[in-house]
């Protein structure tokens, strides 16, 4: 008996038979439109920081000479507004240049995947900060175990998402999961220290200990490291989390564990009260405030030594 060969047939579809290739080409191009900036929301709680520095002067200067050369990405909201996904700095470039409108790409997405693309999309930036870092991955681990959630009786448990999700997401930024779990941790420590980390005041180890210390006890640690302008080690940072999780942490035993020397430690001068801290520009951070003291001695000693040569002249 012949072998017979079955023929799968395919219909074509409606949009086949009733409109053009070219039709049909152009409706797979992107559409890019101008949209007026009044329309377009921010992503919510975006986690990457816009700031009117040098760079984003740069960027409004390049953007008023040439326009925007990469479009950005927006979805459509049920209100009609738009949801910004890539391009905020872009956006804030044309506001400073008075561009009334932002070349943009509109997108499909579901909440979770636009928050994957926001995420992804702006860790192209050259320097990203471990705030944003920390917000970024927390944002979009979230995202990714809701995807893959399931409601059956063998669904893992919440730790083996976590550290399912923490593992993949860690080989799509090229860090260990147990960095990424590091970095969510910050997410737990008040402003204030976590500035600090921005700033390079704080290493990573310790600030992931203290993260794990209530918000109450973060605010008498950071209180009492702007009023002895010192920081904690990793060991005791980790000190300072036993001792709160025995209910043994206190302003006097936290400031008894910031003074001891450390290892290398060098001679430091302590600026006490608010006699020193309002000299300071407001803002400043605490890294910087040993430069802006250098600066203003040498400022005042050139001062004298001007006021010194007028008075040998007289």
Not at 92 to 117: H, K, N, Y
Not at 232 to 258: C, D, F, V, W, Y
Request: with cysteine; glycine share 4%.
């Amino acid at each position: 008996m012949a072998n017979e060969k079955s023929v799968e047939m395919r219909l074509p579809s409606l949009d086949e038979l009733f409109s053009s290739q070219e039709e049909r080409d152009d409706a797979k191009l992107k559409r890019i439109y101008e949209i007026p900036l009044e329309e377009i929301d921010p992503f919510p709680d975006h986690p990457f920081k816009v700031q009117d520095d040098e760079d984003m002067m740069n960027l409004a200067e390049s953007i008023r000479t040439n326009g925007i050369l990469t479009p950005a990405t927006v979805r459509k909201k049920e209100d009609g507004r738009y949801e910004l996904l890539s391009g905020h700095r872009r956006l804030r470039a044309c506001q400073i240049a008075g561009i009334p409108t932002l070349r943009c790409e509109i997108v499909e997405m579901s909440l979770d995947e636009a928050t994957i693309f926001m995420v992804d999309a702006n860790f192209q930036r050259s320097k990203i900060l471990p705030s944003e870092k920390a917000f970024a991955y927390k944002m979009k681990l979230d995202a990714m175990k809701r995807q893959g959630q399931r409601t059956d009786l063998t669904s893992p448990t919440s730790l083996e998402k976590f550290n399912t999700s923490a593992k993949q997401l860690g080989s799509e930024v090229g860090e260990s999961h147990e960095t990424v779990r590091k970095y969510i941790r910050l997410t737990e420590l008040i402003p204030e220290i976590l500035d600090m980390v921005d700033d390079g005041v704080i290493a990573l180890r310790p600030a992931v200990e203290l993260s794990y210390i209530p918000r109450l006890k973060q605010g008498h640690i950071w209180e009492c490291m702007e009023l002895e302008q010192c920081t904690p080690s990793h060991t005791q940072a980790k000190r300072m989390r036993r001792m709160a999780e025995e209910g043994k942490l206190t302003p006097e035993s936290i400031e008894a564990i910031m003074l001891e020397e450390k290892p290398n430690q060098k001679e430091r001068i302590v600026l006490r009260g608010d006699r020193f801290s309002r000299l300071f520009p407001p803002g400043l951070p605490i890294s910087k405030r040993e430069d802006y003291i250098a600066a203003a001695m040498e400022f005042y000693g050139r001062h004298r030594e001007r006021q010194k040569t007028r008075d040998d002249a007289r």
